[in-house]
């Protein structure tokens, strides 16, 4: 253990609900092996040179409590501080850029974070692990070589990595704790995870030999290797975890090839281990889709994007039937005709207008809710950012549960109450309409919206549990909101026919025709 280092640091549940680095409750000052705040360089000096391992410490500061610190913030001066790292890490013959979160689930300005490590061989990550079991590798490359590696949690999965440098070659393997035999191939090294810009590749071409790294509590009875389903011979001890047999690799100088390690212990335990390997340079070899398209994405963007479309969308409908003159309706209009009726009713009509457009507004400019967002510490929570503690946390989550408002409540909040003044149009009230020949339909529409604005019921509960009783009822987006709803709902139902005579009539002469 003398020859140990051990280098921990902090992730999102680590500053959840901590309302400055000084907290007492800030155990990971505490408790931690580094016991150090902030992003840092480790240089591992060998008698063959120099490895460099620069944390990304993304962490918020003040923390937040849950869901609102789930994406990572840089700022600038933290940006600069991290530049001037990577400048000193050229020096080294590798470096190991390392933090919590994704690069995709980090906020940080211009040139922004993945510019910041492209001279790094690597990233390696947690936050997101392996997505409940929907992403057991959620590995991917940067455009300028820079792998990116997530691993799966070690709470719930027991998942570690272990991670060579061979002859300036980078290896690992993703392991479940307690899963014996260990077996890392370091050469050939897997050309997915190879960069010419970051590693001397032609080192495998002129290798002499096959090289592995076996480990277990019993001993190593055998490790055989195949390459292309032929075997190549049994691997010898050379000292410690380190296997080594001879080989050719001139033999395997064209195209792709699979190199397999079985590695058997005393116990009578075997793994087996192997990938593809190529000596060819203009090869290709792509990661999966939907790895890339997590690890690579600048997700608050994508979100910030969403959000401002969704709301724009809905807000232009409402200006737009607002002001078109409402066409007359012909002999028996179709889905669409009398779905365009009903939204030039709903915004012609004052009360319906004004409400759900000063929603759509209030949704991106107002504050959501105002409570103790940390203990002790009253803040506000905005789409584009939370105020708390006397600082400003830029937006990512909250555009997310924006768009989950505009989709699953303010829209549909739209469209329904279109709907049930389309039927007080055809002369129904709320009795009769559910006796009309399609009442199952009927029943289903508002069966959908009670469970909806059950939903937002249930939100203002989460609110009062996990941010104060305060949060509870200063919640515009939530317990108002509801409110406001109910209010609405209950008018189109108990408005006085009179207000809509001209749309009654109109309906009748269209149904009588």
């Known amino acids: ?40 360089h480790y240089i591992h000096t ?53 933090g919590h979160f994704p690069t995709s ?13 492209s001279s790094a061989t690597a990233y390696l990550c947690g936050h997101l692990h392996t997505m409940g079991g929907l992403m057991p590798a959620l590995h991917s490359q940067h455009r300028g070589g820079t792998l990116e590696l997530e ?9 570690y990595r272990i991670l060579a440098f061979d002859h300036d070659l980078l290896s690992f393997t993703d392991l479940n704790f307690e899963e014996w035999p260990v077996v890392l191939i370091t050469n050939p090294k897997s050309f997915l995870y190879s960069s010419s810009a970051h590693e001397p590749l032609v080192k495998i071409l002129y290798s002499t030999h096959v090289r592995i790294l076996a480990f277990s509590p019993s001993v190593i009875t055998s490790v055989e290797v195949y390459i292309d389903g032929a075997h190549l011979g049994n691997a010898h001890q050379v000292s410690g975890p380190l296997y080594v047999l001879r080989w050719s690799p001139q033999n395997y100088s064209e195209g792709f090839h ?73 002999e028996k209009p179709g889905l669409l005709t ?45 789409s584009f ?53 399609r009442h199952l339909m009927a029943v289903l529409v508002h069966l959908t919206m009670a469970l909806l604005l059950t939903w937002q019921v249930y939100s203002c509960y989460f609110l009062q549990r996990t941010y104060g009783t305060l949060a509870f009822f200063l919640s515009p987006m939530r317990m108002w909101l509801v409110v406001l709803t109910s209010a609405l709902i209950y008018k189109t139902w108990t408005m006085k026919s009179s207000e809509l005579r001209t749309y009654i009539v109109e309906m009748k002469n269209c149904q009588s025709s």
């Open 1 to 40: 253990m003398e020859k140990t280092k051990w280098i921990d640091i902090k992730g999102n549940h680590d500053s959840f609900n901590i309302p400055h680095l000084d907290s007492i409750r800030n155990y990971y000052r505490k408790y931690s092996a580094w016991r150090k705040d902030g992003s840092f």
């Open 46 to 98: 060998t008698s063959f040179g120099n490895y460099s391992f620069i944390c990304v410490d993304a962490t918020l500061s003040p923390g937040p409590k849950r869901p609102y610190n789930f994406l990572g913030i840089l700022n600038m001066n933290q940006m600069e501080e991290l530049s001037l790292m990577a400048k000193e890490s050229l020096h080294s013959n590798h470096t190991i850029w390392f």
């Open 105 to 117: 689930t980090i906020i940080s300005p211009a040139p922004g974070i993945r510019t910041l490590m």
């Open 151 to 159: 691993l799966g949690d070690w709470m719930d999965n027991r998942r």
């Open 258 to 330: 699979q190199i397999d390690v079985t590695v058997q212990d005393a116990s009578g335990r075997t793994s087996t281990r192997g990938h593809l390997f190529a000596l060819e340079e203009n090869l290709s070899l792509r990661f999966g889709f939907w790895p890339s398209v997590i690890l690579l994405t600048d997700h608050y963007v994508l979100a910030r994007v969403l959000f401002g479309l969704i709301v724009l969308i809905q807000i232009a409908l409402l200006i737009i039937f607002r002001y078109l003159q409402k066409p007359a309706l012909k």
């Open 338 to 382: 009398l779905t365009s009726y009903s939204l030039h009713v709903f915004s012609k009509t004052n009360i319906f207008y004004y409400s759900i457009l000063v929603l759509n507004l209030y949704t991106i400019l107002g504050p959501w809710f105002v409570g103790e967002l940390i203990d002790g510490q009253v803040g506000a929570c905005f």
């Open 385 to 437: 950012g939370v105020f708390v503690g006397g600082s400003f946390l830029q937006g990512g989550l909250t555009f997310v549960v924006g768009i989950l408002q505009m989709l699953f409540f303010n829209l549909p909040l739209m469209a329904y109450l279109c709907w049930c003044l389309f039927l007080r149009c055809q002369g129904h009230s709320f009795c009769s309409h559910l006796r009309h020949a």
